[in-house]
């Protein structure tokens, strides 16, 4: 079966770094998938990796390496506003997505 | 620009009364997606359409239907509505095909209960 694992919550502190790991197993890779989803609202892209290595945007990197079926998601200089579910989803063969149940990350001052 | 709308925001439903949840894009996608997002799980894909006409079936597609009539609308129907159906659903677009980026846009979401 297709299966995406990912922590169910983390805590970290307001200016610190954060890492979300996420591991997949699925059939077929076609780029996996990073998504911000803050409470009551709608899921909005972060990062998309399809090749093995970092990608970085801002504050926030994503990497991947295919090989081991893994990705982390990196949050530097956290701010209040980053508390929220993080969500990896990984495209398969047909190239639908298959979520992780996502991570909830609070930030305390 | 609006991007996804979807309607209504939330509804308290009777179990055994049929119920359509719209959704609308603006953006010309030519995929739509419908989940349903539960406490501990991930997303679910219920259907999707890849282009207007055209429609396929998900993860978790029993006792749901979807219509593809135009580019701009994908409508999901509960037939007759049970208990288990209480969820949050989310209407979601792409350019669609196999392009390498093709990221999901989602709309804002319809919070469904069934009594």
């Known amino acids: 079966g297709q299966n995406i694992d990912q922590p169910t919550e983390m805590t970290a502190t307001e200016g610190a770094i954060v890492q979300i790991n996420c591991t997949y197993q699925?059939?077929?890779?076609?780029?996996l998938f990073w998504y911000q989803q803050h409470a009551g609202e709608a899921p909005t892209f972060l990062s998309y990796n399809v090749l093995d290595g970092l990608e970085e945007k801002g504050r926030f990197s994503s990497f991947l390496s295919r090989s081991k079926g893994y990705s982390y998601l990196l949050l530097k200089e956290l701010q209040m506003k980053d508390s929220a579910s993080y969500l990896c989803?990984?495209?398969?063969?047909?190239?639908?997505?298959?979520w992780g149940a996502g991570t909830k990350l609070i930030i305390k001052p | 620009i609006a991007g996804i709308t979807q309607a209504p925001t939330s509804q308290i439903l009777a179990a055994g009364r049929r119920m359509t949840l719209r959704c609308t894009q603006d953006m010309r996608h030519n995929a739509m997606y419908w989940y349903r997002q539960d406490l501990g799980l991930g997303l679910r894909l219920i259907h999707y359409?890849?282009?207007?006409?055209?429609?396929g079936k998900g993860e978790v597609p029993d006792g749901y239907s979807v219509s593809r009539a135009n580019t701009d609308d994908f409508p999901l129907t509960l037939a007759s509505a049970v208990p288990s159906q209480t969820s949050v659903y989310f209407c979601?677009?792409?350019?669609?095909?196999?392009?390498?980026?093709?990221?999901?846009?989602f709309g804002p979401g319809t919070r469904l209960t069934v009594l």
């Open positions: 979601a677009s792409s350019e669609g095909g196999t392009s390498d980026y093709n990221e999901q846009f």
């Open positions: 989803a990984v495209r398969d063969s047909n190239y639908q997505l298959i």
């Open positions: 359409s890849n282009t207007a006409g055209t429609t």
């Open positions: 699925t059939s077929g890779f076609n780029g």
